[in-house]
């Protein structure tokens, strides 16, 4: 046997892929982190590259990756316990560092209990498999993360048990919730926290509001659900994210370690009744290996240290070097999205360009991610800027003064 006649099909199929723009370039991959020196933030080298880096697409914002005491924690666990669990979460494979997250990013983010999952993608997929039955009615921000969309995709069934509005459009909301069938019992509403392509924000406080005016209309109420991946540890006065920020109070939350908190793993916060029924059926926890009680410790110091003066000192480096660059942006008259969070769009508005600006950047020693289409609408063509709060101020300055060079 051989797959001979399969791999000519695969061949044939990413073919279509490139011709259709979407497939995905080739993995650069990363050799060497040079630590901060002097004016400088830290430095990537690149396998076959003899250039240094600055890394300005990279979701660790507060720049915990390589926090000393982030390294010591995953030492220590992995010391005590070695690198596998051996076994999935049911069958011994919890060890007090999955338990301890647990209960700490519970009370971070003010939940009565949570799950931690291998990731916010897993998360979401076992929501789903969690929460839903046939009389659940899932509604989505139409620019929600893969994630959720294939999250509602496994619950949606039947696929019309489902509604899409438009991106942060309240009245759009109404009109899904109206939509409902007669006969649905529960209704979800899940939206990203903050939107990772453009860096604005939901609403959450007016969508909370909205849901709870429809709540009565169905036997098990109307459960708002936000995925603030990108806002937990980098938003809100205290880095507890988006629902802090629009002081709202969101039915479940769900992130990732793997941002802001620099580590990996993802997390579902809620009611001890949503927990446990995770717990029980999300088969996305259940029939997989936990994160290593590496991850664990390092995400348990993470949340220690965001929620320190240290934490508090992170949030405001980020926040002015994020104000650094997007006045900076401004002054050369380029086109963003406004808001305070560290990921701040260029629109640039063509994919030719788009493609330019990122090669010359990439020559200069700078990393960013160009977003074309289909990844983006045509017309929309991006570079997503990325502040993390390693970066200093001449770093900022001169990534600004390569811009203005650029024509
Ligand atoms: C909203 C949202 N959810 C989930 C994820 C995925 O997070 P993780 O890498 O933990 O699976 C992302 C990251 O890109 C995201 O933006």
Excluded at 7 to 30: C, N, V
Excluded at 77 to 103: M, N, Q, S
Aim: with cysteine; glycine share 8%.
């Amino acid at each position: 046997m051989s797959t001979h006649k399969l791999d000519i099909s695969l061949e044939q199929e990413l073919d279509a892929l490139k011709l259709e723009g979407r497939a995905k370039p080739t993995e650069r991959i990363i050799e060497h982190y040079i630590p901060p020196k002097g004016n400088n933030g830290p430095r990537y080298k690149l396998e076959g590259n003899d250039n240094e880096f600055i890394r300005l697409n990279s979701n660790s914002y507060l720049s915990l990756s390589n926090h000393p005491d982030l390294i010591d924690a995953a030492d220590k666990a992995t010391h005590k316990f070695g690198v596998g669990p051996g076994a999935v979460r049911f069958i011994d494979g919890t060890f007090v560092y999955h338990d301890r997250l647990e209960k700490k990013v519970a009370a971070f983010t003010n939940k009565p209990a949570a799950k931690i999952f291998n990731s916010a993608y897993t998360a979401n997929c076992g929501l789903a498999l969690s929460i839903s039955n046939k009389k659940t009615h899932w509604i989505g921000d139409k620019l929600n993360h893969n994630s959720i969309i294939r999250a509602m995709r496994i619950s949606s069934i039947p696929k019309e048990n489902k509604g899409i509005f438009k991106h942060n459009d309240m009245a759009d909301l109404k009109r899904c919730l109206d939509e409902v069938s007669p006969g649905m019992e529960r209704v979800v509403v899940i939206f990203d926290g903050i939107f990772s392509m453009r860096g604005d924000y939901a609403p959450i406080n007016e969508i909370t509001k909205i849901c709870k005016s429809y709540d009565s209309k169905f036997k098990d109420g109307v459960i708002t659900v936000v995925d603030d991946s990108h806002g937990i540890g980098a938003y809100g006065d205290t880095g507890r994210g988006t629902p802090e920020f629009c002081n709202a109070a969101p039915d479940i939350i769900i992130g990732t370690f793997g941002k802001a908190f620099g580590v990996n793993g993802g997390f579902i916060c809620a009611s001890n009744s949503i927990i446990e029924s995770v717990r029980q059926k999300a088969d996305t926890y259940i029939y997989t290996n936990p994160l290593s009680v590496a991850d664990c410790a390092a995400a348990i110091k993470a949340i220690d240290i965001c929620d320190s003066a240290q934490g508090r000192q992170l949030l405001f480096d980020l926040q002015k070097r994020t104000n650094q660059f997007r006045q900076g942006l401004e002054g050369l008259g380029k086109e963003s999205i406004t808001g305070p969070h560290p990921v701040v769009p260029l629109l640039v508005r063509d994919t030719t360009k788009t493609h330019d600006l990122v090669n010359y950047l990439f020559n200069n020693g700078v990393l960013v991610v160009g977003l074309t289409f289909p990844v983006v609408p045509k017309g929309d063509e991006t570079i997503r800027f990325q502040i993390n709060a390693c970066h200093t101020f001449a770093d900022i300055n001169h990534v600004i003064e390569l811009l203005d060079q650029f024509d």
